[in-house]
C-alpha cells in the first residue's frame, strides 16, 4: 500500500481519517468474496457498515486519483493512446437514478438498465489499459423517429395527442453524445501529455463529438457506419458559371485505385490514405 498511501498524500483536501479509509477499502475490495457493498464490506474488515455508509457521503476525486497512479504506472517509453466507451451495467427496480433503455453489447439489443462512459489509457505495445474516468450516462427523453409528413399531417388533425406522444422530444436540446463530448472535455486535462489520439467505435463519429475532440486537441480514430454515404472531393477545373462543383463522384471501399498507399505493415495488411466528404 505504499504507492497508495504516497498518492493520497499528494491528493489536496483530504483529511487523514478519510485518508485511512480510502487504504482500508481499496485493500478490503481485493478481499471480498461476492458483490462489494457496504454489508459485505463490514464482513471482511474492521469497519462497521455504518462506517462505509458515513464515508461514501464525503467526496473523492477518484480521475485525479486515478491520474496520480496512471503516471507511476505508465511506461514513458510505450505508446500511449486514450480510449472511449461505454459499458451496459443491467440493474433491476423502478427507482434508480439513471436506468433507462441503453445498448448492451453482449445481448446485441437496447435492455433496461444503466450505462457507464469510460475513458481510459491504452498501452498500444502490452495492451495494458488504466481507466482514467467513469462517468454515468444520464436519463435523456427519448427521441421521436421522423414520420412521413403526409401521413402524420393527417393524423394530426383527426386524433389528439396522448401522453406517451408528449413525453417523446422530437428534437432534443441535449442529447447522449452531448454527455460524451462533456465527459470528454472534462477528462482532457487529466491525460498524459503525449496522448495525442483517441481510439473509439463507429457510435460516436458525430459532428458534435467530432467538434469536442478538434477542440481538446485530439486525434480521432474510429470507423464509420457501414451504410456510410462518402464522396470524393472535386480537385479539377472549376466552372467559370454557376456554384463550385463540390463532389467527384460516390467513394467504393473496394475500389483502391482514388487511395494514397502509406504503408504496408505486415503481409496482407496495407495502409491507404484518402480526404473524402461524409454526407450526414
Given at each position: 500500500?505504499?504507492?497508495?498511501?504516497?498518492?493520497?498524500?499528494?491528493?489536496?483536501?483530504?483529511?487523514?481519517?478519510?485518508?485511512?479509509?480510502?487504504?482500508?477499502?481499496?485493500?478490503?475490495?481485493?478481499?471480498?468474496?461476492?458483490?462489494?457493498?457496504?454489508?459485505?464490506?463490514?464482513?471482511?474488515?474492521?469497519?462497521?457498515?455504518?462506517?462505509?455508509?458515513?464515508?461514501?457521503?464525503?467526496?473523492?476525486?477518484?480521475?485525479?486519483?486515478?491520474?496520480?497512479?496512471?503516471?507511476?504506472?505508465?511506461?514513458?517509453?510505450?505508446?500511449?493512446?486514450?480510449?472511449?466507451?461505454?459499458?451496459?451495467?443491467?440493474?433491476?427496480?423502478?427507482?434508480?437514478?439513471?436506468?433507462?433503455?441503453?445498448?448492451?453489447?453482449?445481448?446485441?439489443?437496447?435492455?433496461?438498465?444503466?450505462?457507464?462512459?469510460?475513458?481510459?489509457?491504452?498501452?498500444v505495445e502490452?495492451?495494458?489499459?488504466?481507466?482514467?474516468?467513469?462517468?454515468?450516462?444520464?436519463?435523456?427523453?427519448?427521441?421521436?423517429?421522423?414520420?412521413?409528413?403526409?401521413?402524420?399531417?393527417?393524423?394530426?388533425?383527426?386524433?389528439?395527442?396522448?401522453?406517451?406522444?408528449?413525453?417523446?422530444?422530437?428534437?432534443?436540446?441535449?442529447?447522449?453524445?452531448?454527455?460524451?463530448?462533456?465527459?470528454?472535455?472534462?477528462?482532457?486535462?487529466?491525460?498524459?501529455?503525449?496522448?495525442?489520439?483517441?481510439?473509439a467505435d463507429?457510435?460516436?463519429?458525430?459532428?458534435?463529438?467530432?467538434?469536442?475532440?478538434?477542440?481538446?486537441?485530439?486525434?480521432?480514430?474510429?470507423?464509420?457506419?457501414?451504410?456510410?454515404?462518402?464522396?470524393?472531393?472535386?480537385?479539377?477545373?472549376?466552372?467559370?458559371?454557376?456554384?463550385?462543383?463540390?463532389?467527384?463522384?460516390?467513394?467504393?471501399?473496394?475500389?483502391?485505385?482514388?487511395?494514397?498507399?502509406?504503408?504496408?505493415?505486415?503481409?496482407?495488411?496495407?495502409?491507404?490514405?484518402?480526404?473524402?466528404?461524409?454526407?450526414?
Amino acid at each position: 500500500m505504499n504507492i497508495l498511501e504516497s498518492i493520497l498524500q499528494q491528493m489536496s483536501g483530504i483529511s487523514q481519517s478519510q485518508k485511512k479509509f480510502m487504504v482500508t477499502l481499496f485493500s478490503t475490495i481485493l478481499l471480498v468474496y461476492g458483490k462489494v457493498n457496504f454489508t459485505n464490506l463490514s464482513r471482511y474488515s474492521s469497519l462497521s457498515e455504518k462506517t462505509y455508509r458515513r464515508h461514501f457521503l464525503k467526496n473523492f476525486d477518484f480521475a485525479e486519483f486515478n491520474q496520480y497512479f496512471i503516471n507511476k504506472a505508465l511506461d514513458s517509453e510505450q505508446t500511449i493512446i486514450a480510449v472511449i466507451d461505454c459499458s451496459f451495467i443491467d440493474k433491476s427496480g423502478k427507482k434508480t437514478e439513471g436506468k433507462a433503455s441503453f445498448y448492451n453489447g453482449v445481448a446485441g439489443r437496447p435492455e433496461e438498465g444503466l450505462e457507464i462512459s469510460v475513458i481510459s489509457v491504452v498501452e498500444v505495445e502490452t495492451h495494458l489499459s488504466y481507466s482514467v474516468s467513469v462517468q454515468q450516462t444520464p436519463w435523456r427523453p427519448p427521441t421521436e423517429l421522423p414520420k412521413n409528413p403526409l401521413t402524420a399531417q393527417r393524423k394530426r388533425k383527426s386524433k389528439k395527442p396522448t401522453k406517451k406522444k408528449a413525453r417523446l422530444c422530437s428534437t432534443p436540446e441535449i442529447t447522449r453524445v452531448d454527455d460524451y463530448a462533456q465527459h470528454l472535455k472534462k477528462t482532457r486535462s487529466l491525460l498524459p501529455e503525449s496522448v495525442r489520439y483517441l481510439v473509439a467505435d463507429g457510435y460516436y463519429c458525430r459532428a458534435k463529438f467530432w467538434d469536442a475532440v478538434r477542440n481538446s486537441n485530439l486525434n480521432l480514430i474510429s470507423k464509420l457506419r457501414s451504410d456510410a454515404n462518402l464522396k470524393y472531393l472535386y480537385t479539377g477545373e472549376k466552372n467559370k458559371i454557376g456554384a463550385p462543383r463540390k463532389y467527384d463522384g460516390k467513394v467504393e471501399c473496394n475500389k483502391l485505385k482514388n487511395l494514397t498507399f502509406i504503408k504496408e505493415f505486415q503481409p496482407g495488411v496495407k495502409l491507404y490514405s484518402l480526404v473524402v466528404w461524409s454526407v450526414s
